[in-house]
């Protein structure tokens, strides 16, 4: 997505402006923005991304993920496998 994004760059800075994006992006550059050139570079956007990620891996879950007091998850077993349904007979 990022990749994608930054192919809206017209004119070659590496940086997008609200102009260089479609209108229902450009709100993207006020949330974004976090050096005030109402610019958008690829850092600011990888940040972006990652908090909207909430820090969880591409394909995982929250990094940290799990009870506060280290305690198990609904579901999980002591020992950290999940209880598995008896073969079928």
Do not use: Y
Request: hydrophobic share 25%; net charge negative; proline share 9%.
């Amino acid at each position: 997505m990022l990749d994608r994004l930054m192919k809206q760059d017209e004119n070659g800075d590496g940086k997008l402006s609200a102009d260089e994006m479609p209108q229902w992006l450009q709100g993207l550059v006020q949330r974004a923005d976090r050096d005030g050139d109402e610019l958008l570079s690829r850092e600011e956007l990888e940040k972006m991304m990652e908090a909207r990620r909430g820090g969880r891996d591409r394909n995982g879950p929250p990094r940290g993920a799990g009870r506060r007091d280290g305690g198990p998850q609904d579901g999980d077993a002591p020992g950290g496998d999940r209880p598995r349904r008896p073969p079928a007979e």
